[in-house]
C-alpha cells in the first residue's frame, strides 16, 4: 500500500506537468491559428502550417484537434475570448449609462489600432469569408459577431434605462449605427493603413451619441 502512495505521488506532479505544458501548447496554437485567420482567412489554417511554423509535428496538433473543422472551430471560440478580454470586459467596468456606450467603442477602436489582430476585427474578416458557406464554421462566426452587437443593443438599453439617452430614442437603431460606425473604420483602416478612420469615426460615434443624450447625462470624457 505503502508502495503505491509512494507511487502516486511521484506520478502526480509529473501528470500535472504535462497537463500543463499541453495546455500552453494548445494555447499557443490557437493564438497563431487567430493570427493568421484574421489576415489571410480561416481557410488558410492548417494543421501542416501550423505545425511548420509552430515547429510542432502535426501528429502532435492532432492529439489536440482531430480535424480542420475542430481547429478552425476552436481558433473562433479563441477569437471570441480575445475580443472578450480587450473589448468588452475593460468597458463594462464603467458604469452603465453613456459613458459605457463610449467606452465599449474607443475599447473596440483600440483593439483595432493596437493591432489585437494583424488583419484587424476577426469577426468581420471571417464573416466575410463564411457569409455564403451555411455550415458550422459560419454559424460559430456569426455567434461571435451577433454577440458584440447584442451587447451594444444592451448598453444601450441600459443606458436609456440609467436616463442618459432620451426616451423616444430607437436604442436598436443607435446600436445598429454604432456598429457600422466601428466596422467602417476598420474596413477604412484595412485599406489606407491611416488613423484617421479611427479618428473619424470617434468623432462621429460622440456625435451620435451627444444627439442621443438626455439633459441630465453626464459629459462623455475623452477618448
Known sequence: MLYFSCVNTVL??????????GER???AILSRAAQLASAEGLEAVSLQRLADELGISKSGLFAHFGSK??????????????????????????????GRLW??????LSYLERAVFPGGCFFEATA????????????????????WGKSLARAARDAQ??????PEVDVDQLAWELSCLLVGAN?????????????????AIRERLERAATPSAARLPDA
Do not use: C, H, W
Not at 502526480?12 to 505544458?21: A, N, S
Not at 475542430?70 to 452603465?96: F, H, M, N, S
Not at 466575410?128 to 459577431?145: C, H, M, N, Q, T
Open 128 to 147: 466575410a469569408e463564411f457569409d455564403s458557406k451555411p455550415g458550422p464554421i459560419r454559424d460559430r462566426v456569426l455567434e461571435g459577431r451577433g454577440f
Open 187 to 203: 474596413t477604412t483602416f484595412l485599406i489606407d493603413r491611416s488613423n484617421i478612420a479611427f479618428d473619424r469615426a470617434r468623432r
Open 69 to 98: 473543422e475542430e481547429l478552425q472551430l476552436a481558433t473562433i471560440d479563441e477569437a471570441g475570448r480575445i475580443v472578450t478580454e480587450e473589448v468588452v470586459r475593460p468597458a463594462l467596468k464603467t458604469p452603465r449609462g453613456l
Open 25 to 27: 501548447t494548445r494555447q
Open 12 to 21: 502526480q506532479p509529473l501528470t500535472d506537468r504535462r497537463r500543463i505544458r
Open 161 to 166: 434605462g440609467a436616463g442618459d439617452i432620451r
Open 103 to 108: 467606452a465599449m467603442s474607443n475599447r473596440y
